[in-house]
């Protein structure tokens, strides 16, 4: 992947209304490539345009689909931008569990994921700043902070070398298998 290339990645938010045992081929189609156009998916899934467009507005307003961003490379592009993961142990609250404190957290401009886990931490979070510094504030006067958060855990992103998915270092390595050795 050169420097101006991009990728994109569809989001998706699973609701009992469509995700069903198996997912439908339009998502998993735009999940490789969210630039697909309409046309190129109804050729390829045997169906219509006009379906493919009901469908994708039908997941955009039920928020299965939440919006497509690029994944950009952040080996090839000059940026100061700092990247921590978090993991917070927290509180769970009476009648909502982790859901009230997860919600609040997310709400934070600097948290890009929030996800509830299993093991050592209860919630883990991909957070961007400015500088070093800045994530630092954030997780000591913001995060740390509140009612709720026992404690934190920052590990800050040195480099990315792959990236939902999308090999950052060698575009042929996205279609390279690993070599298995007798």
Known sequence: MT???RRFVVVLAGT???ME????PILEELKKNGRESAANLAKMLGMTEEEVHRKVEGYKAAGVIRGFKAILNPNKIETTDVHAVIGLKIRPSKG???GDLAAQIARFKEVDSCYLMSGGYDLLLFVTGRSLQEVAHFVAADLSTLDGVLST???FMLRTYKEQGVNMEDAAADDARLSVSP
């Not at 045992?21 to 439908?24: A, S």
């Open 3 to 5: 420097c101006g290339e």
């Open 21 to 24: 045992d198996d997912m439908d």
């Open 153 to 155: 855990a920052t590990h």
């Open 16 to 18: 009992a209304e469509y």
């Open 96 to 98: 909502s569990g982790f």
